[in-house]
């Protein structure tokens, strides 16, 4: 199962003083929807915080209620600045690496680090119909469009692929290219369409998110991250962290516990 973490609220303390953030899971469609998740204000001050979104190499379909847009796009890389004006209400998608392919049958290249908007994908969904629904409402039309869109389709080896090799990760891209039976080249054309990653990102966001779901379970204890160490390259595993999240593997311990 490939069930990436984000940590909005261990990441910034400003962001966990001002929003809420929760997922919920729909089993009905988890081949390709991870979890459908929604941000929301706890306060009516007014003020810039900065939401850290994490690599995942998923892609998301999120609604910025307040603004009234409704687009895909991911990040290839954490985003340290995605900066946020409060109050504001944000829901979303979060979907299955390959899913945003599957789905649109546009490359994934288009959407990562960049938007898609909805309404140039899917001229049958009425945008402004939706925005003039509450809140609430407007998460269940988005989830029961997608489950419906979702429906009688069946998951390719290319979006199966993450949840197949979360738990056993390849350690070099050449043994990703044994393993999938393709070239380097082909691999490259065919990660690029699905995922909008090349494969070595796919082996360090695999390997990073299985990083975190080790250090973030209730057991977790500093010493885990030998453990994890064993399993990633050691002399380039607090300098990748660091890379994805910003701060130190023990530092991630410390917070999550607070």
């Not at 910025?64 to 985003?79: A, E, I, S, V």
């Amino acid at each position: 199962m490939y069930y990436p973490i984000q940590l909005p609220f261990v990441l910034n303390k400003d962001f966990t003083r001002v929003m809420s953030y929760h997922e919920k899971l729909v089993p009905e469609c988890s081949e390709f929807i991870i979890c459908f998740w929604q941000m929301t204000p706890k306060t009516n001050e007014q003020t810039q915080i900065k939401n850290v979104i994490i690599a995942d190499g998923c892609i998301d379909l999120i609604a910025d209620y307040d603004q009234k847009m409704l687009f895909f796009t991911g990040n290839q890389k954490t985003d340290f600045e995605y900066d946020i004006q409060t109050p504001t209400r944000f829901f979303g998608a979060r979907m299955m690496p390959g899913a945003f392919y599957q789905l649109t049958e546009l490359p994934a290249a288009r959407a990562m680090d960049d938007y898609v908007l909805m309404q140039d994908v899917f001229k049958d969904f009425n945008t402004e119909q939706f925005f003039s629904a509450s809140f609430d409402e407007a998460q269940l039309i988005l989830q029961a469009y997608l489950t419906e869109k979702f429906e009688g389709k069946k998951a390719n080896e290319y979006t199966q692929l993450f949840p197949r090799l979360s738990d056993k990760i390849p350690q070099t891209a050449k043994e990703l290219y044994e393993h999938l039976f393709l070239s380097p080249r082909q691999c490259q054309r065919v990660f690029a369409k699905s995922f909008g990653l090349t494969p070595k990102m796919v082996l360090s966001i695999l390997r990073f998110q299985r990083c975190l779901t080790i250090l973030t379970s209730e057991q977790a204890r500093p010493t885990d991250i030998l453990t994890v160490t064993n399993y990633y390259d050691q002399s380039h595993f607090n300098k990748d962290f660091k890379q994805h999240l910003g701060i130190t593997p023990l530092e991630l311990v410390s917070r999550y516990k607070e």
